[in-house]
């Protein structure tokens, strides 16, 4: 088998080489809901896709994610160009377990929701180059349960999973260390994912389990590993083969597509499996390294991730003569061949024209324009090979006639979309006189400057009051013109102190004291002020298992998640402009054909309307899932 064959090659080298590591650890980062992450970042990257993988690694019970500072995570992070984070769990139940017996299985509550964050945080950081199609998450024991529902929440997210020594999903706390509990694994996996279950059918999954484990019944490795092939509908193989070499072996069974892999881990207790010199509390160096094992599944058998690579367009040369405007470049392929190059042309005034050209000679291409009005011309350059794969866009501007008296920058399709305690302003940016300088967000905070790609803008500031506010966007060119408009939004902070800080501002009571406590200990946690009925609120925490009496509203404007007396939805938000505009927003996806792409609905998957240009209003309860028309 090739996943075995290579991963004995790799652990062959890794005993033939000295164990240096060109990457380097980040410890104790507050990131993604977490007071204290480790990340190690590898010199590398991945051998498939476009970048670095993710693998997330969550302790076990009464473990220090210290431990894993020796455990070899970073042979497999630079092995498979993988970043490597390990957070400490947040609401920590019993012997600072991993919670996944206790409150709701949803995306936006507790450690789940902490664990969505730091993913998201990682790949969308672009130091870290993540590619979106290689986040996984790993765990064990009591992390290897709660790697394994946030894998169920949230497919779109984690493309595969690894479960070492974990009891099923669903499971009680006496059945990690009591006798077995059976678990319909499937059928919970597909509840907890919901809307989000088409992507079950791309995600792959890694069960295994020390055949010396003594801690947690050894008849969850193959409880699990079914549960999570009648959910992939996959077949088993027949057979089974050793992987590792010398005494640090493993017997790995697989099943159709190499959907799902289950490991034997010989000579393994209850541990996290480091294979030779790893050490410290719940490490095991008596058997493989299990992270290289993942490193090296993850990249055979991920579905998602795109291993042909898209072409490469360089030295663009854009000219406008007797009202034609001439684009040419040099155009390449590594792995195929370049099938057709796309150009668009859009004036300042939207009007778009639209052309091709096939004919590509020794990498070069020229591709010349009917004759245009006069204008200032956004020029827009991609390719596709011969597998469909296409370019990331050239983006350039060329201008046809005489330049306009100066004029200022407008500002285009301006938008605020609001996060927590924090605000990102995206919209567009066009000088017709091509010398605009600067656009400014002017927050309660602070003036931020904004990243403009060709014409776009993002800017961002987050730690914001809660209540209304409003933020002023200024565009100034080189001639000292100015624009700017002014948005108003609403920033929901809600309180975050710890339980007795709650009791004694009056937020919570002794009535809920136990839950709270089990759930959060003495950490600090965030509550938000929620409409009862009429005057009356509750403060709670995200799924309601923490909650205060109900009682008079504080009056404060930091309300969420209810209804004022006009029955208005205040948690509904509604967007209009242009379908492109919700793409880049994420309200919305396209299929990304050139001409006529068609988008849909980010969550509903409902059709919209026209294509790039068209227009559309969306409106979303969640700000997850997106549907046409306006809040009811």
Request: charged share 15%; aromatic share 8%; with cysteine.
């Amino acid at each position: 088998m090739k996943c075995s064959l290579r991963f004995l090659l790799l652990i062959s080298l890794a005993l033939m080489t000295p164990l240096t590591h060109a990457g380097s650890w980040q410890n104790n980062q507050s990131l993604g809901g977490f007071n204290r992450v480790h990340i190690y970042t590898p010199d590398s990257e991945s051998p498939v896709g476009d970048g670095r993988s993710l693998l997330i690694v969550l302790h076990g019970c009464t473990q220090s994610i210290d431990a894993y500072l020796t455990a070899n995570l970073e042979e497999a992070a630079e092995a498979h160009g993988m970043v490597v984070a390990v957070p400490d769990a947040m609401n920590k139940a019993g012997f600072s377990c991993w919670s996944y017996w206790q409150g709701s299985k949803s995306r936006s509550a507790g450690d789940y929701k902490n664990l969505i964050s730091l993913a998201t945080a990682l790949r969308t950081d672009s130091s870290y180059s993540i590619d979106d199609s290689q986040v996984y998450i790993a765990g064990l024991s009591s992390g290897a349960a709660f790697a394994n529902t946030t894998a169920c929440l949230a497919p779109d997210i984690f493309a595969g999973m690894g479960v070492s020594a974990g009891p099923s999903i669903g499971t009680s706390s006496s059945g990690a260390i009591g006798s077995c509990e059976y678990a319909n694994v499937a059928q919970r996996c597909q509840q907890y994912a919901g809307s989000y279950s088409g992507d079950l059918t791309t995600q792959i999954a890694s069960i295994a389990h020390g055949d010396a484990d003594t801690t947690v019944d050894q008849c969850y490795n193959r409880q699990n590993a079914e549960g999570m092939a009648s959910v992939y509908n996959v077949g088993e193989l027949t057979g089974s083969t050793t992987i590792g070499n010398g005494a640090r072996t493993a017997q790995e069974y697989l099943w159709q597509n190499g959907r799902v892999s289950m490991l034997w881990l010989n000579g393994v207790d209850h541990a996290w499996s480091g294979g030779q010199g790893a050490s410290g509390s719940y490490i095991n160096g008596s058997g493989i390294n299990y992270a290289m094992y993942l490193g090296d599944y993850f990249a055979n058998n991920n579905a998602r991730v795109n291993r042909n690579n898209a072409p490469v367009i360089s030295d663009v040369g854009l000219s406008a003569n007797n009202g034609q405007i001439t684009v040419s470049g040099q155009v390449s392929d590594a792995d195929g061949s370049v099938d057709t190059v796309f150009v668009q042309l859009r004036d300042d005034a939207d009007n778009i024209y639209q052309y091709e050209t096939q004919a590509i000679n020794n990498n070069m291409f020229t591709l010349t324009s009917t004759v245009l009005p006069d204008a200032l011309y956004f020029v827009k350059i991609s390719a596709t090979d011969n597998e469909g794969a296409t370019s990331p866009t050239v983006s350039d501007s060329v201008r046809i006639g005489p330049a306009p008296p100066d004029t200022p920058p407008q500002l285009r399709n301006i938008q605020v979309v609001v996060s927590g305690q924090c605000a990102v302003i995206e919209g567009e940016v066009v000088d017709v006189n091509q010398n605009a300088i600067a656009v400014d967000a002017a927050f309660s905070t602070g003036t931020v400057s904004a990243e403009i790609s060709g014409t776009l803008l993002s800017a961002s500031a987050c730690e914001l009051p809660g209540g209304q506010q409003s933020v002023t966007i200024t565009a100034r060119d080189a001639t000292d013109l100015t624009s700017e408009e002014v948005l108003t939004f609403t920033v929901d902070a809600g309180v975050t102190a710890t339980l007795d800080a709650h009791i004694t501002a009056g937020r919570l009571n002794y009535t809920n004291y136990a839950n709270c406590y089990l759930e959060y200990n003495s950490s600090a946690f965030k509550l938000n002020e929620v409409t009862a009925s009429g005057a009356q609120c509750q403060w709670q925490d995200d799924d309601n298992s923490c909650a205060g009496p109900v009682q008079a509203c504080s009056g404060s404007g930091s309300g969420s998640g209810g209804s004022d007396s006009d029955g208005d939805n205040d948690a509904c938000a509604t967007y209009t402009t242009a379908n492109y505009y919700h793409k880049v927003a994420g309200r919305a996806y396209s299929t990304g054909y050139y001409y006529s792409p068609d988008y849909f609905a980010t969550g509903s998957d409902e059709a919209l309307s026209g294509s790039t240009w068209g227009t559309s209003t969306l409106f979303s309860i969640d700000g997850e899932s997106w549907a046409s028309g306006s809040c009811p």
